[in-house]
T-cell receptor
Framework: SAVISQKPSRDICQRGTSLTIQCQVD?????MFWYRQQPGQSLTLIAT?????????ESGFVIDKFPISRPNLTFSTLTVSNMSPEDSSIYLC???????????FGQGTRLTVV | AQSVSQHNHHVILSEAASLELGCNYS??????LFWYVQYPGQHLQLLLK??????LVKGIKGFEAEFIKSKFSFNLRKPSVQWSDTAEYFC?????????????FGRGTSLIVHP
């Protein structure tokens, strides 16, 4: 299994500010993803965090709004920039074991923008 | 693109009732199938998974799921639910896409079990 440490676990932020969420994995993984889970909704993939190159963003998500870093195979950050109340959500880091055998999740970051 | 459909968005049951949650996926290739559970205030946990072999898989806490390839379905079942099964349940598929295994999730089913 993979143990994922994600922080902060929650935050309340002012609109217009930015928040950086960290994700630390206890082993090297190739595939790391960032998801958003809005209230009552499913998990929506924001982007795939690629080590050593730019992240791959899904439709509706852009780098200026959600810059992602992945300096090595065990760590990634997601920044939610210029926040608005619509960004209030749970943000989840996920890794997938080689072969797609299982997806593991961090405990999530509950973000509230006021 | 891969999509996952969960037919029941909200389910309310009494304890000891039987449960079946539907899940269908769209991808016609090789997939790995999962059910995850999210208890109130907790993070996602794996209930069970299917890769190959016996299409009836058993998971934790008495849950099981059946893979029916012809129907692109992976329905979750439990013969007798408990109050502690109150949670959000997500069906997920991992398929090979562009060289990466990207998990795709259904919208989730909220299960409330009354004592």
């Amino acid at each position: 299994s993979a143990v994922i440490s994600q922080k902060p676990s929650r935050d309340i932020c002012q609109r217009g500010t930015s928040l950086t969420i960290q994700c630390q994995v206890d082993s090297q993984v190739t595939m790391m993803f960032w998801y958003r889970q809005q209230p009552g909704q499913s998990l929506t993939l924001i982007a795939t965090a690629n080590q050593g190159s730019e992240a791959t963003y899904e439709s509706g998500f852009v780098i200026d709004k959600f810059p992602i870093s992945r300096p090595n195979l065990t760590f990634s950050t997601l920044t939610v920039s210029n926040m608005s109340p619509e960004d209030s959500s749970i943000y989840l880091c996920s890794v997938v074991r080689r072969g797609g055998e299982e997806a593991f999740f961090g405990q999530g970051t509950r973000l509230t923008v006021v | 693109a891969q999509s996952v459909s969960q037919h029941n968005h909200h389910v309310i049951l009494s304890e000891a009732a039987s449960l079946e949650l539907g899940c269908n996926y769209s991808y016609g290739g090789t997939v790995n199938l999962f059910w995850y559970v999210q208890y109130p205030g907790q993070h996602l946990q794996l209930l069970l998974k299917y890769f190959s072999g016996d299409p009836l898989v058993k998971g934790i806490k008495g849950f099981e799921a059946e893979f029916i390839k012809s129907k692109f379905s992976f329905n979750l079942r439990k013969p007798s639910v408990q109050w502690s099964d109150t949670a959000e349940y997500f069906c997920a598929v991992i398929s090979l896409s562009g060289g990466s295994y990207i998990p795709t999730f259904g919208r989730g089913t909220s299960l409330i079990v009354h004592p």
